[in-house]
T-cell receptor
């Protein structure tokens, strides 16, 4: 099965700082890769995805590139906002479902 | 994007009672639905996978007689927590998957067992 290692938080940054949240995975096949976000008090939302090697997913200023050679899918944003404070989950997925990382709690201070 | 709803959004029940949680895909036919459980400050754990019209497949360690899953139609799956106990208190999230295997999550149900 799949597994994922995600950097542990909490990660605390100042507004407008550059963000990187690392994610590496192991997989028996070629999964799609997802980042999900959970805002306080809410359920999960899909943030972005990539379905094959070298694909770049992007949404709301966040980006992540499917790196098959390093089995990574690091999440980046050039300038974070207070509203980005949330828990971020990296997840490889296939027809058998998603395997979630432990989640990274991101705190953005004004 | 696709919408998945869950009902109720939160529920408090007494120990020993059963609770049913509904998961509906509102604008697409979900051939597969997944049920996850999230403990405080922890990741989600897949509990079971259900395909419409067939029995659910449970992950190792999940009691199928305690967590009853029914997927009667392409838009509805239900999770029933039978004889609930305080340790069953958790956040339960469903997701629905269509033909492209992309999963859309419901908003979650907060269960508190007293």
């Amino acid at each position: 099965g799949n597994s994922v290692t995600q950097m542990e938080g909490p990660v605390t940054l100042s507004e407008e700082a550059f963000l990187t949240i690392n994610c590496t995975y192991t997989a028996t096949g070629y999964p799609s890769l997802f980042w999900y976000v959970q805002y306080p008090g809410e359920g999960l939302q899909l943030l972005l995805k990539a379905t094959k090697a070298d694909d770049k997913g992007s949404n709301k200023g966040f980006e992540a590139t499917y790196r098959k050679e390093t089995t990574s899918f690091h999440l980046e944003k050039g300038s974070v906002q207070v509203s980005d404070s949330a828990v971020y989950f990296c997840a490889p997925g296939d027809a058998d479902g998603l395997t979630f990382g432990k989640g990274t709690h991101l705190i953005i201070q004004p | 994007g696709a919408v998945v709803s869950q009902h109720p959004s939160w529920v408090i029940c007494k120990s020993g009672t059963s609770v049913k949680i509904e998961c509906r895909s509102l604008d697409f036919q979900a051939t597969t639905m997944f049920w996850y459980r999230q403990f405080p400050k922890q990741s989600l754990m897949l509990m079971a996978t259900s395909n419409e019209g067939s029995k659910a497949t449970y992950e190792q360690g999940v009691e199928k007689d305690k967590f009853l899953i029914n997927h009667a139609s392409l838009t509805l799956s239900t999770l029933t927590v039978t004889s609930a106990h305080p340790e069953d208190s958790s956040f339960y999230i469903c997701s629905a998957s269509g033909l492209r295997n992309e999963q859309y999550f419901g908003p979650g149900t907060r269960l508190t067992v007293t």
